[in-house]
């Protein structure tokens, strides 16, 4: 095994062996002793938790590969493992780890969402009371879906396989018969070597982009809201106890995000620089 996959699989491991007690003890505190009028907050908690402890074993089993020069393509090494004889099946595994990244995109917003309603309390939460929190719930895997379907219409075609090939030998000592893989070169090349946007699968690639920075742009927006709402705590006549009750639970949400966006980068960053890096060839060039 080479370094990349051995620094891979070791990064996944650690992750996955990390976040599932971690979020079990986090579930378990959630029910037994958090307070009741802490409402429907305690079900997002625990909702975020599952998504969570769901993207790491994911993350553990796909070890995706990126490339991102002049396309973006997001391989699944299936070579020694049980889904070697099954691509199609594993395609579909690629898909719904595309799909939870996804959602717990969405229900890190949604988490802000709430923070935001409850600490402007000026009635809103009524927005997240009874039904209506199951829509809220739902949300994320409405957007997940989408962007696995995106995902497994972007999956492998013999043109792309060919073009993917010598690449993925190249880099990563990858044989393309032996992985799964979805993503698409932004320029497609014809018969007669004439290139031309590949529209089709850049506007999935669009779809499921848009989707992120729109979740991206929520944390941001109603993250910076109710900080400065928590930092008036006091002004507004607010006791020690409330304003840190409120200070704490905007910490940890905020800490959630930055976990989930080290997981985010270190599954997606480009592993053509940390090959290069780790075998010292120098080759940064994009």
Same mark, same amino acid.
């Given at each position: 095994?080479?370094?990349?996959?051995?620094?891979?699989?070791?990064?996944?491991?650690?992750?996955?062996?990390?976040?599932?007690?971690?979020?079990?003890?986090?579930?378990?505190?959630?029910?037994?002793?958090?307070?009741?009028?802490?409402?429907?907050?305690?079900?997002?908690?625990?909702?975020?938790?599952?998504?969570?402890?769901?993207?790491?074993?994911?993350?553990?089993?796909?070890?995706?590969?990126?490339?991102?020069?002049?396309?973006?393509?997001?391989?699944?090494?299936?070579?020694?493992?049980?889904?070697?004889?099954?691509?199609?099946?594993?395609?579909?595994?690629?898909?719904?780890?595309?799909?939870?990244?996804?959602?717990?995109?969405?229900?890190?917003?949604?988490?802000?969402?709430?923070?935001?309603?409850?600490?402007?309390? +000026?009635?809103?939460?009524?927005?997240?009371?009874?039904?209506?929190?199951?829509?809220?719930?739902?949300?994320?895997?409405?957007?997940?879906?989408?962007?696995?379907?995106?995902?497994?219409?972007?999956?492998?075609?013999?043109?792309?396989?060919?073009?993917?090939?010598?690449?993925?030998?190249?880099?990563?000592?990858?044989?393309?018969?032996?992985?799964?893989?979805?993503?698409?070169?932004?320029?497609?090349?014809?018969?007669?070597?004439?290139?031309?946007?590949?529209?089709?699968?850049?506007?999935?690639?669009?779809?499921?982009?848009?989707?992120?920075?729109?979740?991206?742009?929520?944390?941001?927006?109603?993250?910076?809201?109710?900080?400065?709402?928590?930092?008036?705590?006091?002004?507004?006549?607010?006791?020690?106890?409330?304003?840190?009750?409120?200070?704490?639970?905007?910490?940890?949400?905020?800490?959630?995000?930055?976990?989930?966006?080290?997981?985010?980068?270190?599954?997606?960053?480009?592993?053509?620089?940390? +090959?290069?890096?780790?075998?010292?060839?120098?080759?940064?060039?994009?």
């Amino acid at each position: 095994m080479d370094a990349v996959p051995k620094i891979k699989w070791f990064i996944g491991l650690v992750s996955m062996l990390l976040s599932i007690p971690s979020n079990c003890i986090l579930i378990f505190l959630v029910i037994t002793k958090s307070p009741e009028k802490m409402g429907n907050y305690r079900h997002l908690m625990c909702y975020f938790s599952i998504m969570s402890m769901v993207v790491a074993v994911l993350n553990g089993t796909t070890q995706l590969y990126i490339l991102s020069e002049n396309r973006f393509v997001m391989v699944m090494n299936l070579e020694d493992t049980f889904l070697e004889n099954h691509p199609k099946v594993a395609l579909w595994i690629l898909g719904l780890t595309c799909a939870s990244f996804q959602a717990i995109f969405v229900v890190t917003s949604i988490n802000f969402i709430f923070r935001y309603f409850a600490l402007e309390r +000026q009635g809103r939460l009524k927005y997240f009371a009874g039904k209506r929190l199951l829509l809220w719930i739902t949300a994320p895997w409405v957007m997940g879906a989408m962007s696995m379907i995106s995902t497994i219409l972007m999956g492998p075609t013999e043109s792309m396989t060919e073009r993917l090939r010598p690449d993925l030998l190249r880099r990563f000592n990858l044989n393309i018969d032996k992985t799964t893989y979805s993503g698409c070169f932004y320029y497609t090349i014809d018969e007669f070597g004439n290139s031309y946007i590949n529209w089709r699968e850049l506007w999935y690639l669009s779809l499921v982009n848009v989707m992120i920075w729109v979740s991206l742009y929520s944390i941001l927006y109603f993250g910076y809201k109710s900080y400065k709402i928590v930092k008036g705590l006091i002004a507004q006549g607010e006791n020690e106890y409330s304003r840190n009750l409120q200070t704490q639970l905007y910490k940890a949400l905020v800490a959630q995000v930055i976990d989930k966006g080290y997981r985010s980068v270190t599954i997606h960053s480009d592993s053509q620089f940390v +090959q290069d890096a780790i075998t010292g060839s120098g080759n940064f060039q994009r």
